[in-house]
């Protein structure tokens, strides 16, 4: 399964720049291809569940 930014845990609303961000502390390279848009699969992707918590309190 490719990943997709928009489905991941670590993809966040940053307040401070007004967008969307991954919150992965990527180094250098990772970071490069990052922003070039050439990760085909994302090493540190986790499809995001907002349900999950909710799921526990029930």
């Not at 502390?25 to 349900?51: A, S, V």
């Amino acid at each position: 399964m490719k990943s997709n930014c928009d489905y991941c845990l670590y993809y966040e609303y940053d307040e401070d720049y007004d967008c969307m961000e991954c919150s992965m502390e990527l180094d250098e390279d990772e970071m490069e291809h990052y922003l070039r848009g050439e990760y085909r699969e994302c090493p540190y992707f986790i499809m995001g569940d907002e349900y999950r918590i909710v799921r526990k309190q029930v």
